[in-house]
């Protein structure tokens, strides 16, 4: 798997694939594996940089499971008819087997939220005129140089 160094804040080009999902312990071991298998065939697909999965230790989240794929952007999309075919062959039907393992999800794809770019020294410097900048405009207002 290539492993997942993407400057993710500043790459414009990136989108993510984030699913959430509740796994009961029963059902894990097969849930899974056709994750695994997901990923693998993920991996062979053009535009797919990164897989990361997450398992809650703590907290009130329903969720226990949540995946974290990155893309280029346009190759999500791309990549779903490929994904619906693989899975059409192998005879895999996510509906189906999520209902039968009982899992609940929540599927969606997703981009960093950019902040606006602050001049240089940030917005208080922005604000502040320098002192060699105030210096000359009051030597202006004196009739001092120009």
């Known amino acids: 798997m290539p492993a997942l160094t993407a400057e993710i804040e500043n790459d414009p080009n990136l989108v993510f694939r984030i699913d959430s999902f509740t796994v009961p312990e029963a059902s894990r071991e097969e849930f899974e594996g056709a994750m695994h298998r997901n990923l693998a065939f993920l991996e062979t697909l053009p535009g797919f940089r990164g897989h990361l999965v997450f398992r809650k230790t703590s907290g009130p989240s329903a969720f226990d499971v949540v995946t974290l794929a990155v893309w280029e952007r346009g190759a999500a999309e791309r990549a ?66 120009g």
């Open 80 to 145: 779903a008819a490929e994904v619906r075919a693989y899975y059409q062959r192998i005879g895999f039907d996510p509906a189906a087997s999520m209902a039968r393992w009982r899992v609940r999800g929540e599927l969606g794809n997703y981009e960093v939220e950019r902040r606006p770019r602050r001049p240089a020294g940030g917005a208080a410097a922005a604000a502040t005129p320098s002192p060699r900048r105030s210096t000359r405009r009051r030597a202006a207002r004196a009739g001092w140089g």
